[in-house]
């Protein structure tokens, strides 16, 4: 087990120093703008991928929509806690969360769709989640050791995304796709 380095009076001393900071200590070790402006990228995805799945809810349609629809409210959902999650961390950080919507789809990792077919619109949730796993992968890489915090609450997101392309996946498996109306 590694010593513990910094005696007690050292942190104290150091804890009331720029205590307008917060969280925010001298052991933080990220680029904390540049962390920031990632959070708000992150959120805008994630306000994105809320947007796409409330749409397909309510425009879902054909023999196998209920189901799906159903899936697509869920998420809609867990997108939405996601996005609350990031914003926050970014005003715990000290940042201002941007929900600039004149800015939000540019921000965004993931795009906005607006497919009418059950199975594009799958197919569409399933390359947004994919797209979140590999920038939250990286974001959480990105981070290491520097901001502990924030790489758990990404890892968090980045299990939640997992499961969201699985369950998509796993609607496209049982839906046929050669019919009218899917």
Not at 26 to 42: M, P, T, W
Not at 63 to 74: G, Q, T
Not at 120 to 140: F, N, P
Request: include cysteine.
């Amino acid at each position: 087990m590694a010593e513990f380095l910094t005696d007690i009076q050292t942190i104290r001393e150091r804890a009331r120093q720029e205590i307008d900071k917060g969280p925010v200590t001298g052991a933080y070790g990220a680029d904390i703008e540049r962390v920031l402006r990632v959070l708000n990228e992150a959120l805008a995805t994630e306000i994105v991928c809320v947007l796409r799945y409330k749409r397909h809810y309510y425009t879902a349609s054909g023999m196998y929509s209920e189901p799906v629809a159903a899936e697509f409210l869920e998420h809609a959902r867990e997108e939405q806690e996601h996005a609350d999650r990031l914003a926050e961390r970014i005003a715990q950080l000290g940042g201002d969360p941007d929900f600039n919507p004149d800015t939000l789809s540019s921000r965004a990792h993931a795009e906005y769709d607006a497919s009418d077919s059950l199975v594009e619109m799958i197919k569409e949730d399933l390359v947004a989640e994919r797209i979140a796993i590999a920038s939250y992968t990286e974001i959480a890489q990105w981070l290491g050791d520097d901001d502990p915090t924030t790489r758990r609450l990404i890892e968090d997101l980045l299990a939640q995304e997992e499961e969201h392309a699985d369950d998509l996946r796993g609607l496209l498996e049982r839906i046929p796709q050669d019919r009218p109306g899917t």
